[in-house]
C-alpha cells in the first residue's frame, strides 16, 4: 500500500505563489510517475501537471509558465511551484503516485486565490 499526503495549500492574493508538496510512503516499488490535479467546485477533476521517473514533465496548457513541478527522488517527493496565481486557479488540489500495477490518491489541499 502507498500513501500519498499533500501539503502546502492556502489562501494567496492574485499573482501571488504557492508551492504544494506531495509525499509519498510506504509499499514504493515500480514507480512511474507522480502528477497534480486539481478540482474546482462545479467542475471535473484536471489534470494540472505530471513528472515521470525519468525526469520528464508534461503541463496544462492554462499553467505553463506559470506552474513548474519537480521532484525529489531521495525523499519521494513532487513538487508544484505555483506562480502568477489566479482566481481560477481555485481549486483542491490533489496529487496522484502512479505504478506499473496501481495509481494512488492523496486526499488534496485546498487552494484559494482571493484578493
Known amino acids: 500500500q502507498v500513501q500519498v499526503v499533500e501539503s502546502g495549500g492556502g489562501l494567496v492574493q492574485p499573482g501571488g505563489s504557492l508551492r504544494l508538496s506531495c509525499a509519498a510512503s510506504?509499499?514504493?516499488?515500480?514507480?512511474?510517475?507522480m502528477g497534480w490535479y486539481r478540482q474546482a467546485p462545479g467542475k471535473q477533476r484536471e489534470l494540472v501537471a505530471h513528472?515521470?521517473?525519468?525526469?520528464?514533465?508534461s503541463y496544462a496548457e492554462f499553467v505553463k509558465g506559470r506552474f513548474t513541478i519537480s521532484r525529489d527522488n531521495g525523499k519521494n517527493t513532487v513538487y508544484l511551484q505555483m506562480n502568477s496565481l489566479k482566481p481560477e486557479d481555485t481549486a483542491v488540489y490533489y496529487c496522484?503516485?502512479?505504478?506499473?500495477?496501481?495509481?494512488?490518491w492523496g486526499k488534496g489541499t485546498q487552494v484559494t486565490v482571493s484578493p
Open positions: 513528472i515521470m521517473r525519468g525526469g520528464s514533465t
Open positions: 510506504g509499499s514504493i516499488f515500480n514507480f512511474l510517475l
Open positions: 496522484k503516485y502512479v505504478t506499473l500495477n496501481d495509481a494512488y
